[in-house]
């Protein structure tokens, strides 16, 4: 599924029916990225932001 073209927007890639909340980049060498249709995806992003913020206050 991630490797039709159609499902990424630039470097994003949002596809509805794939319930993976990461997936290979286009090229795999570079890495994951989330899928954007997930909500956990946005969750995740979210949650990631609140630790990196309290790490960088309480240090």
Do not use: C
Not at 34 to 51: D, E, M, R
């Amino acid at each position: 599924m991630s490797k039709d073209p159609g499902n990424w927007k630039g470097p994003f890639y949002f596809n509805r029916k794939d319930p993976r909340l990461t997936v290979p980049k286009q090229n795999p060498y570079l890495g994951f990225t989330f899928n954007f249709a997930s909500p956990f995806a946005y969750i995740t992003i979210i949650l990631l932001i609140f630790i990196l913020i309290g790490f960088a206050l309480f240090n």
